[in-house]
């Protein structure tokens, strides 16, 4: 599976980004798609997911201002982020699940100024 991510930038707090992972190659039996972030010092964190069924789940930070899609045909997922704000920076990593193995993107920087 190689998972081809995108979207990130430069945004001031409160604005929106949208970030998307375009997933190819042996994609059949992924069980799930998400998003992981990692700043500075910090541990790779789960922001969302989302199931090949649909169910959804999400950081408690990430709440009422980030959405994660899919689009099954197009084999992508996006992660509407919203309200955004400095403790939101950090490398956003796509992320899909298949079986008991892990398959990451490359990483897209999302920054946000105060």
């Known amino acids: 599976v190689q998972l081809q991510a995108s979207g990130g930038g430069l945004v001031q707090a409160g604005g929106s980004l949208r970030l998307s992972c375009a997933a190819s190659g042996t994609i059949f039996s992924i069980n799930a798609m998400g998003w992981y972030r990692q700043a500075p010092g910090k541990q790779r964190e789960l922001v969302a997911a989302?199931?090949?069924?649909?169910?959804?789940n999400y950081a408690d930070s990430a709440k009422g201002r980030f959405t994660i899609s899919k689009d099954n045909a197009k084999n992508t997922v996006w992660l509407q982020m919203n309200s955004l704000k400095p403790e939101d920076t950090a490398v956003y990593y796509c992320?899909?699940?298949?079986?008991?193995?892990?398959?990451w993107g490359q990483g897209t920087l999302v920054t946000v100024s105060s």
């Open positions: 992320n899909a699940k298949k079986i008991i193995f892990d398959f």
């Open positions: 989302i199931t090949s069924g649909g169910s959804t």
